[in-house]
């Protein structure tokens, strides 16, 4: 199975601070990596797909970039609604598999 | 409005069974490959298992391969999971996941199983 690590599993920031996580595929899989949002209680989000692109509705200070076996989930501006735990999932091959997860936190 | 909603979660003894259920309504399921995706509590997410819009394919996860059973009704809008020989480890959120292509969107809301004594 390919495994998928993310780093930092958490970090503290402020509001309208620039954040960077990073996603690591044991193997190479292409651009076949999505990112979710999930906060407390709720289901995941869906923000990027295809490694880089946005899906519809999400803010533009989203963005992800990478292939093969380093990819880069980056908020621009960190807003309040942002904080939440982040994860990336590959798709290149069964079984999917989850990174695990980064957490953000008001700092 | 796109939904998926899951249902069928409850409290239920190591050894037991529980049916969990997904209904599709504001889209096209017949369409849409499915998946099972759970979260134990204070926990990442775990892929359990995929099915194909016309149920030809199937896979799962291995520490639920030969106990959970996956299937869908399209004519009824519908995905299950079967889970049998049940575990404290297969305590969790269990979401159902649409895919067109490669990302799960929509997602249920999630349905509690606890296996205890």
């Known amino acids: 199975a390919i495994q998928l690590t993310q780093s930092p599993s958490s970090l503290s920031a402020s509001v309208r601070d620039r954040v960077t996580i990073t996603c690591r595929a044991s193997?190479?899989?292409?651009?076949?990596l999505a990112w979710y949002q999930q906060k407390p209680g709720k289901a995941p989000k869906l923000l990027i797909y295809d490694a880089s692109r946005l899906d519809s509705g999400v803010p533009s200070r989203f963005s992800g970039s990478g292939s093969g076996t380093e990819f880069t989930l980056t908020i621009s501006s960190l807003q309040p609604e942002d904080f939440a735990t982040y994860y990336c999932?590959?798709?290149?091959?069964?079984?999917?598999?989850f990174g695990g997860g980064t957490k953000v936190e008001i700092k | 409005e796109v939904q998926l909603v899951d249902s069928g979660g409850g409290l239920v003894q190591p050894g037991g069974s529980l049916r969990l259920s997904c209904a599709a309504s504001g889209f096209t399921f017949s369409s849409y490959e499915m998946n099972w995706v759970r979260q134990a509590p204070g926990k990442g997410l775990e892929w359990v298992s995929y099915i194909s819009s016309s149920g030809s394919t199937i896979y799962y996860a291995d520490s639920v391969k030969g106990r959970f059973t996956i299937s869908r009704d399209n004519a009824k809008n519908s995905l299950y999971l079967q889970m049998n020989s049940l575990r404290a480890e297969d305590t969790a959120v269990y979401y159902c996941a649409g895919q067109l292509f490669d990302w799960f969107d929509p997602w249920g809301q999630g349905a509690l199983v606890t296996v205890s004594s």
């Open positions: 193997q190479g899989i292409s651009s076949a």
């Open positions: 999932q590959q798709f290149n091959s069964y079984p999917l598999t």
